[in-house]
């Protein structure tokens, strides 16, 4: 399993209604809330073994599945 | 001075002519002058909390810029909110009479938010303290609100804007739109709230209707306010994040509480919300709780947990008292319920095949209406007691009859047909806005011909019919005295 399959999995835990894969803007158009944030960091802690600082959750950090894999590579240090 | 008085505008207007006739460089010292003597005529106290909260708040950024140090940030969020609690909450408690400083609670907020964003990298911290005392200080923020981040606000005042023709427009349009639904309608429509306060045998029909104009008035009043001082702000080149959109439009209590009030609910998400649901022990909670109740449910109980303390904390940011309590548990309860119960509300529109749009649409607007006018009946009254006795009779049978002397009780009928007609433009403008028609972006870009002589119909009649009276300078603004 890629770390991107994974990821989707992760996301799809978490809201099966959103199309995480083709949506570029989750966070500003509003298709993901604050409560589904908390969510989501809890989903990627556990798939990934990260803790995710309040200093990150940002809507461009979460905003498509490349800027959160990409979060995700950063906590990993890859 | 209330932005509601003539002296306001001519110190606006002095402030403005004053910006725009200095060097670029400079012009953002015009805003620190205007600032300091607009505090300075809300009492020496004022002036000398504000500036001992933006000292705190200079030298205490520096440090953290210097030194990552969670003690210290703890240490000086203590002193800085820690003051602003006992100024508001230590009287409500021992009876003592202590003079609160102007918008208190807005400016701890936002200096409060300052030291976070420095600690957590999102925000340099200023060298120069005239610039951190600006950020706190700016005095069309301390007359009305919001609560902006520094990313937000301060890089914008430290500019130097030139006069920019389309945005000074826009800016008086907006700002004249304020002044519309303040004086024009919400205050106005202040006499219902008398009328309801007053008590007495009020029919069930006439109670919900006044609960209803209050919510329409607070909206009206808070709102209005905020487009005076964002127009008086884009009319000098700047932008203040926008606090309303459209709430009564909402799907849900979560949507309403996206748009009221937006940059309250963004302090309490950015700065308690998300580091209480995903610390370490957020997250542990989570997955203890997921081994009780499932991966979906387990989850979400920090968030749900965080949200009902949140919304206790946003009650008690209004007002120290049992209302307030009562207002900010029942919004967390219904936030938490919904959350909560999310998987049961999807299988049961499954099951019962429910469309997602067509007429679900009007029932999720009305049920919002409904969950958000019951804390109403405890933002305007003297206490639990009497909110819920509101409660009572409204539900009593309802009869109509004294309808005409009921209704001309409260004002006469040309004062209804004006409140009427003036709600009915509001909520013309915010539909065609929902429809994503900007309205006034339009009216600014139209020939000087059709711009001019509807701004200048909206001055008259906010002339003429606004509320005023001798030495009157309108109902005093709902939320100032937070």
């Known amino acids: 399993m890629t770390d991107m399959e994974k990821l989707l999995a992760a996301l799809a835990e978490v809201r099966d209604d959103v199309d995480f894969a083709d949506e570029g803007a989750l966070v500003d158009d509003g298709l993901i809330d604050s409560f589904d944030l908390t969510q989501i960091i809890a989903a990627l802690d556990e798939a990934f073994d990260i803790h995710i600082i309040t200093g990150d959750i940002e809507p461009e950090n979460f905003n498509n599945v490349q800027s959160m894999l990409e979060l995700v590579h950063r906590y990993q240090g890859k | ?482």
């Open chain 2, 1 to 482: 001075m209330s932005i509601l008085t003539v002296e306001f505008l001519a110190f606006a207007a002095c402030t403005l002519l004053l910006y725009y006739l200095m060097p670029l460089k400079v012009r953002w010292l015009v805003l620190v002058c205007a600032s300091a003597v607009f505090v300075c005529l809300s009492g020496w106290y004022s002036a000398a909390h504000l500036t001992a909260v933006a000292l705190v708040m200079w030298g205490g950024g520096l440090l953290l810029q210097k030194k990552k140090s969670r003690l210290l940030l703890a240490f000086l969020l203590v002193l800085d909110l820690g003051a602003m609690v006992f100024l508001k909450y230590y009287p409500a408690f021992s009876g003592a009479d202590l003079i609160l400083p102007l918008r208190l609670s807005y400016f701890t907020f936002q200096s409060a938010g300052y030291l976070i964003d420095v600690y957590r990298g999102k925000a340099e911290a200023r060298k120069n303290p005239l610039e951190a005392w600006l950020f706190i200080g700016y005095f069309p923020q301390l007359a009305q609100g919001p609560i902006s981040t520094w990313k937000e606000l301060g890089p914008q005042l430290r500019t130097g804007h030139r006069l920019d023709p389309d945005s000074f427009v826009s800016g008086f349009q907006q700002l004249l739109w304020g002044y519309f639904k303040k004086l024009v309608i919400a205050d106005r429509l202040a006499s219902v709230t008398t009328a309801l306060l007053k008590g007495g045998d009020l029919p069930g029909w006439f109670v919900l209707g006044g609960v209803i104009l209050y919510a329409i008035r607070l909206y009206l009043d808070f709102s209005g306010g905020m487009d005076v001082v964002r127009g008086f702000s884009r009319m000098a080149g700047i932008e203040l994040p926008e606090n309303f959109r459209r709430p009564f439009f909402s799907q849900s209590v979560a949507e309403y509480w996206r748009r009221w009030h937006i940059t309250l609910g963004a302090w309490f998400r950015s700065y308690l919300l998300y580091p209480l649901t995903t610390s370490k022990a957020g997250i542990g909670l989570g997955k203890a709780a997921s081994k009780a109740f499932g991966k979906k449910t387990g989850r979400m109980v920090p968030s749900a947990l965080a949200t009902m303390l949140v919304f206790l904390l946003i009650g008690i940011w209004h007002t120290a008292n049992w209302n307030a309590v009562v207002f900010g548990t029942y919004f967390g309860i219904v936030m938490a319920a919904s959350m909560l119960l999310d998987p049961v509300w999807k299988s049961m529109r499954n099951t019962l095949n429910l469309p997602k749009d067509g007429w679900m649409k009007p029932f999720r607007l009305v049920r919002t209406w409904i969950l958000t006018l019951i804390a109403q009946y405890f933002a305007f009254t003297a206490g639990p007691g009497q909110g819920l006795s509101l409660m009572a009779q409204t539900v009593q049978p309802w009869s109509f009859a004294g309808f005409a002397e009921q209704m001309t009780g409260v004002m006469e009928l040309t004062e209804w047909i004006i409140a009427a007609a003036g709600c009915v433009i509001v909520l013309v403008v915010d539909i065609l806005c929902e429809k994503k028609i900007d309205v006034c972006g339009g009216l600014a870009k139209t020939h000087f011909w059709i711009r001019w002589p509807v701004l200048l119909a909206l001055i008259l009649v906010i002339v003429v019919f606004g509320v005023y009276g001798s030495g009157y300078d309108g109902a005093a603004f709902l939320y100032t005295q937070f």
